[in-house]
């Protein structure tokens, strides 16, 4: 059977050197080794490739963590605390978003998880610490969280997880068609899903660095789903 086909989309990083500046594009490493080990093959989608070219090829997407989404996509004006992510690189998840088969599964994390959201109508907190008056959800620290029994997150997962958390945005206004499943005990969402059962999940903290138990079950449960969609194109 061949591997599913795991499309990350990649950030663009500004470097300099002796001979000027000049664009990397990137990923953490460890996306890509949490794929590789659940049994799946990543491909880097960095801005700039055309969604049109590559869509058909892929049989999951990973969106990965980032910088902040512009506002604007949400109705509101930039926050003087939001780090604005490449416009770049949201124009093309907003264009792979478009052209997806609606049966691709799909992980979010962390930004990919605001993104997800926000292209389902939602918006975001800016800067959860004005709402919290804490922020203790920056700096990788290991949070534990309560997930719903009845959800398909709760399924894969069970209805204790804990991870690492580095964020200081978060979701107000849930996206139409998704469902919260998981909420800090300060009341932050941690992860939402579909609510039609289709595998689109996005959680809020970082299961690719994080050694907890959930981390492989809920990558297995990714490229499991992404090899049945393969299956179901007939590859």
């Not at 989608?45 to 590559?54: H, I």
């Not at 292209?119 to 990788?140: E, F, K, N, T, V």
């Not at 964020?167 to 939402?192: P, W, Y």
């Amino acid at each position: 059977m061949s591997l599913p086909i795991i499309g990350i989309t990649a950030n663009p990083i500004k470097r300099t050197n002796t001979v000027g500046e000049y664009i990397s594009y990137q990923t953490r490493s460890d996306y890509v080794t949490r794929v590789i080990e659940a049994g799946g093959t990543p491909i880097l989608l960095p801005p700039g490739t055309s969604a049109e070219q590559v869509i058909d090829i892929l049989d999951g997407w990973l969106i990965p963590g980032g910088d902040d989404i512009d506002p604007a996509h949400y109705g509101e004006e930039k926050h003087p605390e939001a780090a604005l992510e490449s416009e770049d690189r949201f124009n093309l998840e907003r264009d792979i978003y478009q052209l997806r088969d609606p049966n691709m599964p799909i992980l979010g994390i962390c930004y990919g998880c605001q993104f997800l959201n926000v292209m389902r109508g939602g918006s975001l907190y800016q800067h959860i610490p004005d709402q919290l008056g804490h922020d203790q959800h920056r700096g990788d620290t290991v949070q534990n969280y309560k997930i719903d029994a009845d959800s398909q997150l709760g399924e894969i997962v069970g209805t204790d997880a804990s991870g690492k958390s580095w964020h200081h945005q978060a979701i107000k206004t849930v996206g139409e068609g998704l469902r919260v499943v998981s909420q800090h005990e300060d009341g932050t969402i941690e992860a939402v899903e579909d609510e039609s059962g289709m595998f689109v999940l996005g959680v809020q903290w970082h299961p690719e660095r994080s050694q907890s138990e959930a981390t492989p079950k809920l990558f297995k449960a990714f490229i499991d789903q992404a090899k049945k969609y393969r299956e179901s194109k007939g590859k």
